[in-house]
């Protein structure tokens, strides 16, 4: 094992707690419970205390095992977030918004900085536009051509380099950044690669929400957004990787690593001064789970899923995505709604990801066993794959903008029956979560095909503009 290596299976943040909990130390500071057992953990819970390190102005056992995930993940620098991937989207838009006027030297354009988004962008997104005040220009699902009106699927946006290429040559000079969502909540991954190339062809960056994503730089065939050309990108550790709740990546490429200097800042402007030491020490403990023989073990596993999805194609079930740890079965295709299918799977002790009228999402990782294949197969073969719903979801022509976000954010707003609210401005942006994805943006104007879309996504009420 290299130097390295030794220096990545290290826990620092783990290892400071367990010796100040040896101390016996009288606790004289935050938080309130003293380390005392109500749930089980708070001999564990501690706060920046006196070698504990700072987030926001890491230097010691936080800056430590923070190097180790970046040696991990390949990354210039990876930093930590204890609000999960929603905090790390405000930063890498910060930090693109950061560069973009220091690139411009002084000589802003008029109008305010753009982001050239994919339109099943997470909510987070919206509020950092409304927070950062830039303009956003959006790149419709191709698949079904939505922009033109086809069909379309919330969860789904696939971009070609070629439309992001017409794209970029129409808004020359005030692009701060593309903004992608890979892989989105079907497992659809986009070419990033490619993507990445156009990008750089037109000197922004690209930053990347893969938050679905943390394990895919370990496949055997790494396809973390880092390894096909990204800039900046966010992964939800918790998602996908044996971490608490609200742990997550900020990574900053070699590309850009100058940038990182500015990165606790961001951080900061959008977290909470009081981060969970439990999340930093289950970040830190995830370091040594990767280092000890994680790539082995996932390779294994990604063979099984592959299999369990021969098996379930060989039954006559439609699949979407190509996400080696998500399983997502086309209910619709397959005859059945996927509310209905998620609420068989519960009642028979399986709670899947996500259900909407045309999918169920189904997410493993190692940690689920070999019984939870058997047992999930077991009651999938047990219904019979019927004729497909014959239907499409609604689609609308990208709504008439009337405000930007941040106008649109906050500004007063009323609630009401989506039914009742034609014509009508969006205030806060209309989703269903998860998967969190706006259908019609803060700022537009809600047309009556977007308001079958919203109804169809279980949205039955809407805030608008006053």
């Known amino acids: 094992m290299s130097e390295g ?29 003293k380390g005392r057992d109500i749930l089980g953990v708070e001999a564990l819970d501690i706060t920046e205390i006196a070698g504990a390190d700072s987030l926001y102005e890491a230097e010691g056992i936080i800056a430590r095992s923070e190097k180790n995930a970046s040696a991990l993940f390949g990354s210039a620098q990876t930093f ?9 989207i405000r930063a890498m838009l910060f930090l693109a918004l950061m560069r973009f006027k220091d690139r411009c030297k002084g000589k802003l354009p008029k109008r305010s900085p753009i982001v050239v988004a994919a339109r ?9 536009a409304a927070l950062l005040d830039f303009d956003i220009v959006w790149l419709w699902d191709e698949r079904g051509d939505a922009g033109q009106g086809g069909e379309s699927t919330l969860c789904r946006c696939m971009v070609s ?17 593309v903004y992608l969502t890979s892989p989105d909540y079907l497992g659809g991954i986009l070419d990033i690669h490619s993507l990445a190339k156009v990008a750089h ?86 370091n040594r789970y990767l280092m000890d023989g994680y790539q082995y073990h996932l390779e294994k596993y990604v063979k099984k899923l592959d299999a369990l999805r021969e098996e379930l194609r060989s039954l006559g079930w439609f699949l979407e995505g190509d996400e080696a ?3 997502t079965i086309a209910t619709a295709k397959s005859g059945y709604y996927g509310e209905e299918f998620a609420a068989y799977l519960r009642a028979e002790g399986i709670e899947c990801e996500y259900a909407d009228p045309d999918f169920v999402v189904l997410m493993f990782t190692p940690e689920n066993g070999e019984e939870d294949f058997e047992r999930l197969y077991f009651l999938i073969k047990k219904m019979p794959v019927r004729e497909a719903i014959c239907r499409r979801p609604p689609t609308f022509l990208p709504p008439h903008r009337m405000l930007s976000v941040r106008e649109a954010v906050f500004s007063p707003y009323e609630i009401l029956p989506t039914k009742e609210a034609v014509g009508r401005v969006i205030g806060p942006a209309a989703y269903h979560c998860p998967p969190a994805i706006p259908i019609v943006v803060s700022g537009e104007e809600i047309c009556p095909d977007a308001v079958q879309a919203l109804l169809y996504y279980g949205v039955c009420e809407v805030g608008v503009v006053r």
């Open 5 to 33: 290596q030794n220096l990545v299976c290290e826990t620092p943040i783990c290892d400071f707690v367990c010796n100040y909990i040896k101390s016996g130390a009288v606790r004289l500071h935050m938080p309130g419970h």
């Open 161 to 177: 380099k070629e439309r992001l290429d017409k794209t970029l040559s129409a808004l020359s000079g005030s692009v701060a950044a």
């Open 201 to 286: 062809y037109y000197d922004t960056l690209l930053l990347v929400d893969n938050a679905h994503g943390a394990y895919l730089h370990f496949l055997a065939n790494p396809l973390h957004p880092l390894d096909l050309g990204a800039d900046l990108c966010c992964d939800s550790a918790h998602k996908t990787l044996p971490v608490l709740t609200g742990g997550a990546y900020l990574h900053i490429s070699e590309a850009v690593s100058k940038i990182a200097v500015y990165a606790r800042q961001a951080l900061a402007l959008f977290g909470s001064t009081s981060p969970s030491y439990l999340i930093l020490q289950s970040l830190d403990l995830a």
């Open 80 to 88: 930590y977030s204890t609000e999960g991937s929603s905090q790390c």
């Open 120 to 128: 099943n962008a997470h909510k987070a997104f919206l509020m950092a």
């Open 325 to 327: 740890l998500k399983l």
